[in-house]
């Protein structure tokens, strides 16, 4: 048929039809170049998936898809062996979920848009966001604030004995109320998040610890890549508390007494951090009223790619796929949710 006439029937057809048209041709689009992406983050030789190691050998094709062989623990795999993509059923309709995840809509709303059950959309959910952990590690540039931000700790979606202690322990007169929190930043009822940012919109949001923040908690997630990431010249900004002292040891530091209402020292403040802090919390009470503790980090990794990342894309849609494809660690870091939750719980 001639281009021509498809294009004159396509314009018979009604609304919702069109819709459903633009939908399958992007995702044909896109599932057709899947392999190109992915290779644009690994070349055509992908580390592997198990014991990263580089040291792989081709391995023949198994349905028209390239197969590799760890020469260390022996495991094959393909291309998209790790990844958010990686066993994901359904595939066809991963765009529009992208789409969808890019207008903040909730698991809810989202099931029913695309009339999948909440176990799959909350599984996708959560695959997406994982793999957006190592995501825009750039290096920051010039003055950088660092606070930690208090979150409410929450149990949501938790049947268990332990936690209808915490439940108990948060009722008052006999009901569940949501009790004031008697001491500010000070209890278990909150997790204290390390965030991080300069001016030039490069940021970092890592989950601390439950309750405040601790020599201990900072050192552990500056070791986990955030270190790497500063230099000897930046300069860091933090407010008064002592842990900052020892972790940020080495870096030229100021510090700001806030207790003495010294909220900024010359071009030294946390003003952008606490805009954002803030956007973080309006965010997430509009479009999902709470977050569940055990999922914080995949919600700031979301707002990242949101405001910081995704920001000035032209394609959103686009490099928020491209993204997704990065990371072969994704698969096992979803599976792992729970038992690294369980070890941040002791924390
Ligand atoms: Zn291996």
Redesign the pocket.
Known sequence: METKNIFKLISKLSFDDKRILINSLTNELFLNDLDKYRTEHTGDRPC?P????ERIIKNGSQNDVQKFR?K??R?TFGLHTGTSVHYLHFKGEWMRFLELTLESKSIRSICKEMGRSRQTIFDWRHKLLSSMDNVFEKQFKGIVEMDDMLVRFNQKGRVNNFFEEVRRSQMVDGKSKRRKLSKRGNSKEQVSVLFTIDRYKTVDMKLLKRSKITIKSLERVLDNGLVDRLNTNNIIVTDYCTSYIKGLDGFTHERLNMSKKEKSRGNYHLNTLNYYCGEFKRWIGYHFRSVSTKYLQNYLNYFKMLFFVLKDSDNKQMDFFKFSLKDGQTFKRFHSTEERYLSFLSL
């Open positions: 592997c198990k014991c990263q190691s760890c260390v623990c495991k």
